[in-house]
């Protein structure tokens, strides 16, 4: 499955549904459901200016989105119009394509993961159940943490 590096603590607004525009200077003809990677490098800066104070996972897969749509910005103007869905900062340098997010989830149990530049493969293992005789993935979280949660 293809899988995103997005920095804290825009990682965090992504798959609580608040951010719906990443931000890049490249674009993607990739659409789809994808994995959400927070890095281990914290935007401090970017808590700061949002007045986010807490603790973020980092080093880890901590949800999934799907990508509808790329809109592609030709005026710092349209770019601080849509400042509400993007978060990003004053200086928005060379970022002209923003990435449109939808069914962002966020994952109770973060998958520790090493992230990478631009979309990258992420093998997500199945796991076996002996017990009940149950092979699932582990994106289906919610069996997953049940599972966990009663053993």
């Not at 920095?7 to 609580?16: G, R, T």
């Amino acid at each position: 499955m293809k899988c995103l590096s997005v920095s804290q603590p825009f990682a965090d607004l992504i798959i609580s549904g608040k951010k719906t525009i990443e931000l890049r200077k490249w674009n993607t003809n990739f659409r789809g459901e994808f994995l959400i990677h927070a890095p281990l490098k914290i935007r401090s800066d970017d808590c700061k200016r949002l007045k986010l104070n807490k603790k973020f996972v980092r080093g880890a897969i901590v949800g999934k989105a799907t990508i509808y749509d790329v809109k592609k910005y030709d005026s710092v103007k349209e770019l601080q119009k849509d400042k509400k869905y993007h978060f990003s900062s004053q200086d928005l340098g060379n970022k002209k394509f923003g990435f449109m997010l939808k069914n962002a989830k966020q994952f109770r149990i973060p998958i520790p993961c090493k992230g990478r530049l631009g979309f990258f493969d992420v093998e997500l293992p199945k796991i076996t159940i002996k017990k009940k005789d149950i092979v699932t993935e582990i994106m289906d979280e919610e069996t997953r943490y049940q599972w966990i949660g009663h053993h």
